[in-house]
């Protein structure tokens, strides 16, 4: 079964950091990029960041760049996001997908993936 796991997820202030977490298993993840993204409540569900299979590109939406970082440990089965800097407008709940069809790139547009996790709620709040 092809699945991903995200955590690390939890209660912030604002200009606090988190590492979330995402733990791809029955499959090796390494034939997939992964783009993580959020949705809150009442909105659209946007990306904000990927990479690629090797981790050799990323990409990241203008609202995070700067301060988040993407990273992949292929032997681990698992990518994480680095969020720094964290403002009220980051809360959400946020998922990793992968998507075999990227090969040497990644795009964060969420039509391109094909696998989901359940997500991880993040809340910045004072």
């Known amino acids: 079964q092809l699945q991903l796991v995200e955590s690390g997820g939890g209660l912030v202030q604002p200009g606090g950091s988190l590492r979330l977490s995402c733990v791809a298993s029955g499959f090796a993840s390494d034939h997939y990029a992964i783009g993580w993204f959020r949705q809150a409540p009442g909105k659209e569900r946007e990306g904000t960041s990927c990479?690629?299979?090797?981790?050799?590109?990323?990409s990241y939406t203008s609202s995070v760049e700067g301060r988040f970082t993407i990273s992949r440990d292929n032997a681990k089965n698992t990518v994480y996001l680095q969020m720094n800097s964290l403002k009220p407008e980051d809360t959400g709940r946020y998922y990793c997908a992968a998507a075999r069809r990227l090969v040497g790139l990644c795009v964060v547009s969420s039509g391109a993936y094909d696998i989901w996790g359940q997500g991880t709620q993040v809340t910045v709040s004072s």
């Open positions: 990479i690629s299979r090797r981790g050799g590109s990323t």
